[in-house]
Protein backbone atom coordinates (compact mmCIF):
# COMPACT_ATOMS: atom_id res chain seq x y z
CA UNK A 1 0.00 0.00 0.00
CA UNK A 2 3.10 2.65 0.64
CA UNK A 3 4.50 1.61 -2.62
CA UNK A 4 1.23 2.26 -4.19
CA UNK A 5 0.37 5.81 -2.42
CA UNK A 6 4.44 6.58 -3.17
CA UNK A 7 4.04 5.59 -7.03
CA UNK A 8 0.79 7.66 -7.75
CA UNK A 9 2.31 10.56 -5.90
CA UNK A 10 5.09 10.29 -8.44
CA UNK A 11 3.12 10.30 -11.35
CA UNK A 12 1.18 13.31 -10.10
CA UNK A 13 4.19 15.81 -8.81
CA UNK A 14 7.56 16.56 -9.97
CA UNK A 15 10.49 14.49 -8.90
CA UNK A 16 12.17 16.77 -7.10
CA UNK A 17 9.48 17.97 -4.70
CA UNK A 18 9.04 13.73 -4.30
CA UNK A 19 12.93 13.49 -2.92
CA UNK A 20 12.73 16.49 -0.47
CA UNK A 21 9.33 15.23 0.63
CA UNK A 22 11.09 12.02 1.68
CA UNK A 23 14.08 13.46 2.92
CA UNK A 24 12.23 15.16 5.27
CA UNK A 25 10.60 12.39 6.59
CA UNK A 26 13.58 10.52 7.04
CA UNK A 27 16.05 12.74 8.38
CA UNK A 28 13.41 14.92 10.22
CA UNK A 29 12.25 13.02 14.19
CA UNK A 30 8.33 13.16 14.46
CA UNK A 31 7.09 15.65 17.37
CA UNK A 32 3.86 14.19 17.30
CA UNK A 33 4.15 11.83 19.95
CA UNK A 34 5.37 15.18 22.23
CA UNK A 35 2.86 17.53 21.18
CA UNK A 36 -0.09 15.44 20.61
CA UNK A 37 -2.61 16.62 23.29
CA UNK A 38 -3.34 13.13 25.60
CA UNK A 39 -7.06 11.74 24.84
CA UNK A 40 -9.54 12.17 28.19
CA UNK A 41 -9.79 8.61 29.08
CA UNK A 42 -5.60 8.40 28.77
CA UNK A 43 -5.68 10.77 31.09
CA UNK A 44 -7.92 9.67 33.55
CA UNK A 45 -6.34 6.23 33.52
CA UNK A 46 -3.06 7.62 34.37
CA UNK A 47 -5.08 9.62 37.13
CA UNK A 48 -6.41 7.00 38.29
CA UNK A 49 -3.66 4.40 37.87
CA UNK A 50 -0.98 6.25 39.99
CA UNK A 51 -2.49 6.94 43.27
CA UNK A 52 -4.25 3.74 43.48
CA UNK A 53 -0.76 1.60 42.97
CA UNK A 54 1.08 4.32 45.71
CA UNK A 55 -1.58 3.75 48.26
CA UNK A 56 -2.59 -0.07 48.02
CA UNK A 57 -0.17 -1.72 49.96
CA UNK A 58 -1.50 1.14 53.21
CA UNK A 59 -4.58 0.89 52.47
CA UNK A 60 -4.64 -3.07 51.80
CA UNK A 61 -5.11 -3.75 55.61
CA UNK A 62 -7.89 -1.35 56.58
CA UNK A 63 -10.13 -1.83 53.95
CA UNK A 64 -11.63 -4.30 54.79
CA UNK A 65 -12.87 -2.90 57.63
CA UNK A 66 -14.42 0.11 56.82
CA UNK A 67 -15.97 -1.62 54.35
CA UNK A 68 -18.12 -3.82 57.20
CA UNK A 69 -18.40 -0.73 58.87
CA UNK A 70 -20.41 1.17 55.80
CA UNK A 71 -22.32 -2.06 55.38
CA UNK A 72 -23.24 -1.92 58.75
CA UNK A 73 -23.98 2.12 58.93
CA UNK A 74 -25.59 1.87 55.39
CA UNK A 75 -29.11 3.07 54.61
CA UNK A 76 -31.42 3.62 51.58
CA UNK A 77 -30.60 6.98 49.88
CA UNK A 78 -33.24 9.70 48.75
CA UNK A 79 -32.60 11.37 45.08
CA UNK A 80 -30.34 14.15 46.88
CA UNK A 81 -26.81 13.80 45.24
CA UNK A 82 -27.46 16.80 43.52
CA UNK A 83 -28.13 19.25 46.48
CA UNK A 84 -24.98 20.72 47.71
CA UNK A 85 -22.90 19.50 50.98
CA UNK A 86 -23.80 21.69 53.84
CA UNK A 87 -21.04 22.95 55.57
CA UNK A 88 -19.02 21.04 58.14
CA UNK A 89 -19.84 17.60 56.66
CA UNK A 90 -17.64 14.70 57.37
CA UNK A 91 -19.03 12.48 54.24
CA UNK A 92 -19.54 13.31 50.93
CA UNK A 93 -22.51 11.85 48.74
CA UNK A 94 -22.07 8.54 48.21
CA UNK A 95 -19.62 7.53 51.66
CA UNK A 96 -16.31 7.84 50.23
CA UNK A 97 -13.58 8.96 52.09
CA UNK A 98 -12.40 12.74 51.99
CA UNK A 99 -9.54 13.66 50.18
CA UNK A 100 -5.94 13.93 51.96
CA UNK A 101 -4.83 17.04 52.37
CA UNK A 102 -1.55 16.16 51.23
CA UNK A 103 -2.46 14.70 47.85
CA UNK A 104 -2.89 15.94 44.16
CA UNK A 105 -6.35 17.86 43.38
CA UNK A 106 -7.05 15.38 39.94
CA UNK A 107 -5.83 12.41 41.60
CA UNK A 108 -7.66 12.92 44.96
CA UNK A 109 -11.00 13.42 42.87
CA UNK A 110 -10.79 10.79 40.64
CA UNK A 111 -9.86 8.81 44.09
CA UNK A 112 -12.99 9.45 45.82
CA UNK A 113 -14.92 8.93 42.98
CA UNK A 114 -13.83 5.76 41.64
CA UNK A 115 -16.14 2.81 41.74
CA UNK A 116 -13.99 0.74 44.55
CA UNK A 117 -14.35 3.43 47.19
CA UNK A 118 -18.51 3.02 46.53
CA UNK A 119 -20.76 1.22 48.91
CA UNK A 120 -23.92 -0.44 47.86
CA UNK A 121 -26.68 0.62 49.34
CA UNK A 122 -30.07 -1.74 51.07
CA UNK A 123 -32.67 -2.26 49.07
CA UNK A 124 -35.15 -1.83 51.73
CA UNK A 125 -35.43 1.47 53.39
CA UNK A 126 -35.03 1.83 57.20
CA UNK A 127 -38.00 3.76 59.63
CA UNK A 128 -36.12 6.39 61.28
CA UNK A 129 -35.99 5.82 64.74
CA UNK A 130 -36.38 8.57 67.05
CA UNK A 131 -35.07 8.84 70.45
CA UNK A 132 -37.71 9.78 73.59
CA UNK A 133 -35.99 11.59 75.53
CA UNK A 134 -37.05 14.85 76.59
CA UNK A 135 -34.08 17.06 75.99
CA UNK A 136 -34.01 16.12 72.13
CA UNK A 137 -33.94 18.99 70.19
CA UNK A 138 -36.54 19.13 67.02
CA UNK A 139 -35.06 21.32 64.79
CA UNK A 140 -31.11 19.42 64.78
CA UNK A 141 -29.35 20.68 62.27
CA UNK A 142 -26.86 17.67 62.09
CA UNK A 143 -29.56 15.45 60.44
CA UNK A 144 -28.43 12.52 58.47
CA UNK A 145 -28.09 13.14 54.52
CA UNK A 146 -30.71 10.56 54.04
CA UNK A 147 -32.85 12.42 55.76
CA UNK A 148 -32.54 15.89 54.22
CA UNK A 149 -35.69 15.45 51.36
CA UNK A 150 -37.84 15.87 54.27
CA UNK A 151 -38.02 19.24 55.80
CA UNK A 152 -37.71 20.91 59.43
CA UNK A 153 -41.11 20.90 60.05
CA UNK A 154 -42.41 17.87 58.35
CA UNK A 155 -39.68 16.06 60.47
CA UNK A 156 -40.94 17.38 63.88
CA UNK A 157 -44.76 16.45 62.47
CA UNK A 158 -43.44 12.74 62.14
CA UNK A 159 -41.51 12.72 65.76
CA UNK A 160 -44.62 14.18 67.22
CA UNK A 161 -46.71 11.29 66.00
CA UNK A 162 -44.07 8.68 67.09
CA UNK A 163 -44.01 9.92 70.21
CA UNK A 164 -47.58 10.31 71.04
CA UNK A 165 -47.91 7.11 73.78
CA UNK A 166 -49.57 3.89 72.22
CA UNK A 167 -52.84 2.10 73.75
CA UNK A 168 -51.50 -0.89 75.92
CA UNK A 169 -52.68 -2.50 78.93
CA UNK A 170 -52.34 0.21 81.23
CA UNK A 171 -54.72 2.14 78.26
CA UNK A 172 -57.17 -0.84 78.84
CA UNK A 173 -57.16 -0.89 82.17
CA UNK A 174 -58.28 3.09 82.13
CA UNK A 175 -61.56 2.63 79.59
CA UNK A 176 -62.60 -1.56 81.71
CA UNK A 177 -65.30 0.80 83.41
CA UNK A 178 -66.95 1.97 79.90
CA UNK A 179 -66.03 -1.44 78.10
CA UNK A 180 -68.27 -3.07 81.05
CA UNK A 181 -71.16 -0.55 80.54
CA UNK A 182 -71.04 -1.56 76.94
CA UNK A 183 -71.12 -5.41 77.62
CA UNK A 184 -73.93 -4.67 80.35
CA UNK A 185 -76.39 -2.58 77.57
CA UNK A 186 -75.41 -5.22 74.77
CA UNK A 187 -76.95 -8.20 77.49
CA UNK A 188 -80.24 -5.82 77.74
CA UNK A 189 -80.83 -5.83 74.22
CA UNK A 190 -80.12 -9.38 73.13
CA UNK A 191 -83.62 -10.44 74.82
CA UNK A 192 -85.61 -7.83 73.01
CA UNK A 193 -83.62 -8.88 69.31
CA UNK A 194 -84.34 -12.83 70.30
CA UNK A 195 -88.38 -11.84 70.90
CA UNK A 196 -88.29 -10.01 67.26
CA UNK A 197 -86.69 -12.82 65.42
CA UNK A 198 -89.52 -15.38 67.35
CA UNK A 199 -92.29 -13.20 66.20
CA UNK A 200 -90.80 -12.96 62.36
CA UNK A 201 -90.52 -16.45 61.94
CA UNK A 202 -93.97 -16.94 63.05
CA UNK A 203 -95.14 -14.34 60.06
CA UNK A 204 -93.10 -16.23 57.68
CA UNK A 205 -94.55 -19.37 58.57
CA UNK A 206 -98.03 -17.91 58.40
CA UNK A 207 -97.27 -16.33 54.96
CA UNK A 208 -98.94 -17.83 51.95
CA UNK A 209 -97.06 -19.30 48.88
CA UNK A 210 -98.48 -17.34 45.43
CA UNK A 211 -98.82 -20.08 42.56
CA UNK A 212 -100.62 -18.21 39.69
CA UNK A 213 -103.71 -17.63 41.25
CA UNK A 214 -104.15 -20.14 43.97
CA UNK A 215 -102.43 -19.37 47.61
CA UNK A 216 -101.03 -22.07 49.63
CA UNK A 217 -100.34 -21.96 53.33
CA UNK A 218 -97.03 -23.65 54.34
CA UNK A 219 -94.40 -23.81 56.47
CA UNK A 220 -90.95 -23.10 56.65
CA UNK A 221 -89.85 -26.57 57.72
CA UNK A 222 -92.28 -28.31 55.04
CA UNK A 223 -91.96 -25.61 52.21
CA UNK A 224 -91.84 -27.68 48.25
CA UNK A 225 -89.26 -26.19 46.09
CA UNK A 226 -91.09 -24.63 43.60
CA UNK A 227 -89.83 -24.21 40.08
CA UNK A 228 -88.33 -21.06 38.57
CA UNK A 229 -90.08 -18.98 36.20
CA UNK A 230 -88.03 -20.04 33.01
CA UNK A 231 -88.25 -23.34 34.12
CA UNK A 232 -92.09 -23.05 33.94
CA UNK A 233 -92.15 -21.71 30.74
CA UNK A 234 -90.07 -24.77 29.17
CA UNK A 235 -91.72 -26.95 30.49
CA UNK A 236 -92.61 -29.81 27.31
CA UNK A 237 -90.74 -27.00 25.49
CA UNK A 238 -87.36 -27.61 23.75
CA UNK A 239 -84.60 -25.90 24.71
CA UNK A 240 -82.66 -24.48 21.93
CA UNK A 241 -79.99 -22.57 23.59
CA UNK A 242 -79.14 -25.75 25.88
CA UNK A 243 -75.84 -26.56 23.94
CA UNK A 244 -74.77 -23.15 23.46
CA UNK A 245 -73.29 -22.22 26.79
CA UNK A 246 -69.84 -23.21 25.55
CA UNK A 247 -70.14 -20.76 22.57
CA UNK A 248 -69.74 -16.59 24.16
CA UNK A 249 -70.71 -15.60 20.74
CA UNK A 250 -74.39 -17.01 20.86
CA UNK A 251 -74.71 -15.10 24.57
CA UNK A 252 -77.39 -18.47 26.02
CA UNK A 253 -77.84 -16.54 29.08
CA UNK A 254 -78.86 -13.03 27.89
CA UNK A 255 -80.60 -14.33 24.19
CA UNK A 256 -84.18 -14.43 25.71
CA UNK A 257 -83.82 -11.28 27.26
CA UNK A 258 -82.09 -9.63 23.85
CA UNK A 259 -85.40 -10.78 21.87
CA UNK A 260 -87.58 -9.25 24.69
CA UNK A 261 -85.67 -5.55 24.02
CA UNK A 262 -86.09 -6.36 20.32
CA UNK A 263 -89.97 -7.44 20.30
CA UNK A 264 -90.45 -3.79 22.47
CA UNK A 265 -88.21 -1.82 20.25
CA UNK A 266 -90.51 -2.71 17.09
CA UNK A 267 -93.59 -2.03 19.20
CA UNK A 268 -92.28 1.43 19.69
CA UNK A 269 -91.35 2.32 15.76
CA UNK A 270 -94.00 0.87 14.28
CA UNK A 271 -94.84 1.50 10.53
CA UNK A 272 -98.29 2.73 10.30
CA UNK A 273 -101.20 1.34 8.29
CA UNK A 274 -101.03 3.32 4.89
CA UNK A 275 -98.12 5.51 6.04
CA UNK A 276 -97.96 7.48 2.58
CA UNK A 277 -101.21 9.02 3.25
CA UNK A 278 -100.83 12.64 3.36
CA UNK A 279 -97.85 12.23 0.37
CA UNK A 280 -98.52 14.77 -2.47
CA UNK A 281 -96.19 13.17 -4.97
CA UNK A 282 -95.16 10.31 -3.82
CA UNK A 283 -97.62 6.75 -4.13
CA UNK A 284 -97.26 2.93 -2.93
CA UNK A 285 -96.06 2.35 -6.93
CA UNK A 286 -93.35 4.92 -6.21
CA UNK A 287 -92.20 2.77 -3.73
CA UNK A 288 -92.73 -0.24 -5.17
CA UNK A 289 -90.38 0.46 -7.70
CA UNK A 290 -87.89 2.49 -5.46
CA UNK A 291 -87.42 -0.47 -3.47
CA UNK A 292 -86.84 -2.94 -6.34
CA UNK A 293 -84.02 -0.81 -7.92
CA UNK A 294 -82.63 -1.23 -4.53
CA UNK A 295 -82.37 -4.71 -4.57
CA UNK A 296 -80.39 -4.91 -7.48
CA UNK A 297 -78.42 -2.37 -6.36
CA UNK A 298 -78.16 -4.04 -3.25
CA UNK A 299 -77.25 -7.49 -5.55
CA UNK A 300 -74.48 -5.80 -7.37
CA UNK A 301 -72.44 -4.28 -4.28
CA UNK A 302 -72.87 -7.78 -2.87
CA UNK A 303 -73.93 -6.48 0.41
CA UNK A 304 -75.54 -8.25 3.26
CA UNK A 305 -79.48 -9.34 4.01
CA UNK A 306 -79.36 -6.88 7.16
CA UNK A 307 -78.79 -3.80 4.65
CA UNK A 308 -81.11 -3.79 2.02
CA UNK A 309 -83.65 -4.57 4.66
CA UNK A 310 -82.33 -1.69 7.25
CA UNK A 311 -82.69 0.58 4.10
CA UNK A 312 -86.27 -0.12 3.58
CA UNK A 313 -87.10 0.30 6.92
CA UNK A 314 -85.19 3.97 6.68
CA UNK A 315 -87.14 4.86 3.22
CA UNK A 316 -90.47 3.99 5.17
CA UNK A 317 -89.89 6.09 8.36
CA UNK A 318 -88.28 8.83 6.66
CA UNK A 319 -91.83 9.30 4.36
CA UNK A 320 -94.04 8.25 7.11
CA UNK A 321 -92.93 11.45 9.07
CA UNK A 322 -91.95 13.82 5.80
CA UNK A 323 -95.24 14.34 4.32
CA UNK A 324 -93.70 17.01 2.10
CA UNK A 325 -91.50 14.45 0.18
CA UNK A 326 -91.13 15.26 -3.67
CA UNK A 327 -91.20 13.27 -6.52
CA UNK A 328 -87.75 14.05 -7.58
CA UNK A 329 -86.16 13.72 -4.35
CA UNK A 330 -87.50 10.15 -3.77
CA UNK A 331 -84.45 8.57 -5.74
CA UNK A 332 -82.00 10.54 -3.65
CA UNK A 333 -84.13 9.65 -0.20
CA UNK A 334 -83.37 6.10 -1.02
CA UNK A 335 -79.84 5.87 -2.08
CA UNK A 336 -79.15 8.07 1.21
CA UNK A 337 -80.96 5.49 3.12
CA UNK A 338 -78.82 2.14 1.41
CA UNK A 339 -75.85 4.46 1.86
CA UNK A 340 -76.83 5.35 5.89
CA UNK A 341 -77.69 1.57 5.63
CA UNK A 342 -73.94 0.11 4.29
CA UNK A 343 -72.22 2.18 6.79
CA UNK A 344 -74.06 0.50 9.56
CA UNK A 345 -73.88 -2.91 8.66
CA UNK A 346 -71.19 -3.34 6.40
CA UNK A 347 -67.93 -4.07 7.33
CA UNK A 348 -66.45 -2.58 4.47
CA UNK A 349 -69.23 0.19 3.13
CA UNK A 350 -68.51 1.37 -0.42
CA UNK A 351 -67.80 5.26 -0.70
CA UNK A 352 -70.21 7.52 -1.55
CA UNK A 353 -68.85 8.23 -5.35
CA UNK A 354 -69.97 4.91 -5.87
CA UNK A 355 -73.88 5.61 -4.48
CA UNK A 356 -73.60 8.81 -6.87
CA UNK A 357 -71.81 6.99 -9.69
CA UNK A 358 -74.80 4.20 -9.47
CA UNK A 359 -77.32 7.16 -9.91
CA UNK A 360 -76.04 8.24 -13.19
CA UNK A 361 -74.72 11.50 -11.80
CA UNK A 362 -78.11 12.27 -10.80
CA UNK A 363 -76.93 13.06 -7.67
CA UNK A 364 -74.34 15.10 -6.21
CA UNK A 365 -72.23 13.70 -2.91
CA UNK A 366 -73.20 17.08 -1.19
CA UNK A 367 -76.49 16.33 -2.18
CA UNK A 368 -76.38 13.04 -0.32
CA UNK A 369 -74.54 14.02 2.71
CA UNK A 370 -77.25 17.06 2.80
CA UNK A 371 -80.14 14.24 2.48
CA UNK A 372 -78.55 12.10 5.06
CA UNK A 373 -78.57 14.92 7.68
CA UNK A 374 -82.67 15.51 7.14
CA UNK A 375 -82.78 11.80 7.39
CA UNK A 376 -81.32 11.30 10.58
CA UNK A 377 -83.07 14.48 11.65
CA UNK A 378 -86.50 12.70 10.99
CA UNK A 379 -85.67 9.71 12.49
CA UNK A 380 -84.34 10.86 15.76
CA UNK A 381 -80.77 9.41 14.83
CA UNK A 382 -82.26 6.35 15.78
CA UNK A 383 -81.22 3.04 13.62
CA UNK A 384 -82.42 0.56 16.09
CA UNK A 385 -85.79 -0.62 14.68
CA UNK A 386 -85.02 -4.75 14.61
CA UNK A 387 -85.58 -6.24 11.45
CA UNK A 388 -86.94 -9.41 10.01
CA UNK A 389 -83.95 -11.16 9.42
CA UNK A 390 -83.14 -10.85 13.15
CA UNK A 391 -86.11 -13.19 13.74
CA UNK A 392 -85.44 -15.21 11.33
CA UNK A 393 -82.69 -16.44 11.97
CA UNK A 394 -84.20 -16.74 15.86
CA UNK A 395 -86.99 -18.98 14.16
CA UNK A 396 -85.19 -21.36 12.21
CA UNK A 397 -83.24 -22.56 14.79
CA UNK A 398 -86.33 -23.12 16.94
CA UNK A 399 -87.94 -25.03 13.97
CA UNK A 400 -84.26 -26.83 13.37
CA UNK A 401 -85.19 -25.63 10.00
CA UNK A 402 -82.71 -26.68 6.88
CA UNK A 403 -80.87 -24.66 4.47
CA UNK A 404 -83.50 -24.28 2.14
CA UNK A 405 -86.11 -23.59 4.65
CA UNK A 406 -83.75 -20.27 5.63
CA UNK A 407 -83.36 -19.45 2.06
CA UNK A 408 -87.31 -19.77 0.89
CA UNK A 409 -88.18 -17.77 4.11
CA UNK A 410 -85.57 -14.77 2.69
CA UNK A 411 -86.94 -14.76 -0.16
CA UNK A 412 -90.47 -14.27 0.93
CA UNK A 413 -89.49 -11.48 3.47
CA UNK A 414 -87.76 -9.93 0.75
CA UNK A 415 -90.86 -10.23 -1.53
CA UNK A 416 -93.06 -8.70 0.92
CA UNK A 417 -90.78 -5.97 1.70
CA UNK A 418 -92.14 -4.47 -1.82
CA UNK A 419 -95.49 -4.68 -0.98
CA UNK A 420 -97.01 -1.41 0.29
CA UNK A 421 -99.39 -3.19 2.34
CA UNK A 422 -96.88 -5.55 4.05
CA UNK A 423 -95.07 -2.93 5.54
CA UNK A 424 -97.03 -2.09 8.18
CA UNK A 425 -96.32 -5.70 9.93
CA UNK A 426 -94.08 -5.77 12.07
CA UNK A 427 -90.85 -7.21 11.46
CA UNK A 428 -91.30 -10.35 13.69
CA UNK A 429 -94.83 -11.11 11.92
CA UNK A 430 -93.38 -10.85 8.87
CA UNK A 431 -90.44 -13.53 9.97
CA UNK A 432 -92.60 -15.84 11.86
CA UNK A 433 -95.19 -16.11 8.59
CA UNK A 434 -92.22 -16.61 6.09
CA UNK A 435 -91.06 -19.41 8.13
CA UNK A 436 -94.37 -20.99 8.43
CA UNK A 437 -95.02 -21.00 4.56
CA UNK A 438 -91.56 -22.83 3.47
CA UNK A 439 -92.49 -25.20 6.42
CA UNK A 440 -95.83 -26.19 5.10
CA UNK A 441 -94.04 -26.03 1.36
CA UNK A 442 -91.40 -27.83 1.74
CA UNK A 443 -92.37 -30.28 4.83
CA UNK A 444 -95.35 -30.77 3.04
CA UNK A 445 -97.19 -32.47 0.06
CA UNK A 446 -96.93 -29.55 -2.09
CA UNK A 447 -99.18 -31.67 -4.57
CA UNK A 448 -101.76 -31.91 -2.12
CA UNK A 449 -104.43 -29.18 -1.92
CA UNK A 450 -104.55 -29.27 1.87
CA UNK A 451 -104.49 -25.71 2.89
CA UNK A 452 -102.59 -25.22 6.08
CA UNK A 453 -101.64 -27.47 9.21
CA UNK A 454 -100.66 -26.08 11.89
CA UNK A 455 -98.54 -29.50 12.45
CA UNK A 456 -95.70 -27.77 11.13
CA UNK A 457 -96.10 -24.75 13.72
CA UNK A 458 -94.88 -26.66 16.52
CA UNK A 459 -95.28 -25.79 20.67
CA UNK A 460 -91.96 -24.24 20.72
CA UNK A 461 -91.64 -21.98 17.76
CA UNK A 462 -94.91 -20.31 19.09
CA UNK A 463 -93.13 -19.98 22.69
CA UNK A 464 -90.17 -18.65 21.12
CA UNK A 465 -92.11 -16.44 18.63
CA UNK A 466 -94.60 -15.61 20.63
CA UNK A 467 -97.06 -16.30 17.82
CA UNK A 468 -99.73 -19.04 17.21
CA UNK A 469 -100.86 -20.77 13.96
CA UNK A 470 -103.59 -19.02 13.83
CA UNK A 471 -102.53 -15.33 14.19
CA UNK A 472 -99.90 -16.16 11.24
CA UNK A 473 -102.56 -17.70 8.65
CA UNK A 474 -103.66 -14.16 6.98
CA UNK A 475 -100.01 -12.58 7.09
CA UNK A 476 -99.13 -16.00 5.57
CA UNK A 477 -101.57 -16.01 3.34
CA UNK A 478 -100.55 -12.28 1.57
CA UNK A 479 -96.97 -13.93 1.34
CA UNK A 480 -98.37 -17.23 -0.49
CA UNK A 481 -99.55 -14.82 -2.98
CA UNK A 482 -96.49 -12.14 -3.55
CA UNK A 483 -94.67 -15.68 -4.24
CA UNK A 484 -97.04 -17.21 -6.81
CA UNK A 485 -97.58 -14.36 -8.81
CA UNK A 486 -93.64 -12.88 -8.74
CA UNK A 487 -92.85 -14.24 -11.81
CA UNK A 488 -95.72 -12.52 -13.60
CA UNK A 489 -94.95 -9.10 -11.81
CA UNK A 490 -93.20 -5.96 -13.52
CA UNK A 491 -90.79 -5.75 -10.76
CA UNK A 492 -88.28 -9.10 -11.32
CA UNK A 493 -85.68 -7.72 -9.52
CA UNK A 494 -85.76 -10.58 -6.04
CA UNK A 495 -87.25 -12.75 -8.54
CA UNK A 496 -84.64 -12.64 -10.59
CA UNK A 497 -81.99 -12.33 -7.72
CA UNK A 498 -83.34 -15.69 -5.77
CA UNK A 499 -82.74 -17.81 -9.45
CA UNK A 500 -79.09 -18.10 -9.40
CA UNK A 501 -77.43 -20.69 -7.63
CA UNK A 502 -75.96 -18.34 -4.41
CA UNK A 503 -79.57 -18.67 -3.19
CA UNK A 504 -80.17 -22.36 -4.37
CA UNK A 505 -82.67 -21.07 -6.93
CA UNK A 506 -85.65 -20.95 -4.46
CA UNK A 507 -87.49 -18.93 -7.23
CA UNK A 508 -87.07 -21.94 -9.20
CA UNK A 509 -88.37 -24.18 -7.05
CA UNK A 510 -91.66 -26.19 -8.19
CA UNK A 511 -93.32 -26.21 -4.72
CA UNK A 512 -93.70 -22.58 -5.33
CA UNK A 513 -96.78 -23.17 -7.79
CA UNK A 514 -97.88 -26.59 -6.66
CA UNK A 515 -101.38 -27.14 -5.68
CA UNK A 516 -100.76 -26.28 -2.16
CA UNK A 517 -99.49 -23.29 -3.01
CA UNK A 518 -102.81 -22.48 -4.42
CA UNK A 519 -104.64 -23.86 -1.83
CA UNK A 520 -103.48 -21.52 0.71
CA UNK A 521 -104.03 -18.54 -1.90
CA UNK A 522 -107.66 -19.59 -2.45
CA UNK A 523 -108.79 -19.56 0.37
CA UNK A 524 -106.99 -16.14 0.97
CA UNK A 525 -109.25 -14.85 -1.89
CA UNK A 526 -112.50 -16.39 -0.78
CA UNK A 527 -111.66 -14.69 2.62
Known amino acids: MVGTTLKMRGDENASENFKQVQLKKLTVPSMEATTKRAALGDLQNRGISRPIAAKDAAQKDSKDLKLTDALRNARAKVDTHWKKQPLGSTTNGNGAAPPKANEGGVAAFLRSNSVRNRVPTKTTVEPVKVKSSSTENVNDPTLKREDSSLSNKSLAKLRAALAKPVMGVSGIRRDAVAVARKEAETKKELPEIKKESQELKKDATRMPLIRGNSAVTTTTSTMPTTMSLSSKRLAGIEDIDANDKENLVLVSEYVNDIYDYLYQVEQEQPIHVDHLAGQKEVSHKMRAVLIDWINEVHLQFHLAAETFQLAVAIIDRYVQ ?35 VFITDDTYTARQIRQMELQIFKAIDCNLSRPLPIHFLRRYSKAASAEDEHHTMSKYFIELASVDYEMAAYRPSEIAAASLFLSLHLLNGNYRAGTGFNDRHWTPTLTFYSRYSAA ?40 ELTGALMDSIVGQSQRK
Open 321 to 355: VVKDTKRTHLQLVGVTALFIATKYEELFPPAIGDF
Open 471 to 510: HLRPITRRIAKLARDAPQAKLKAIYNKYQGSKFQKIALRT
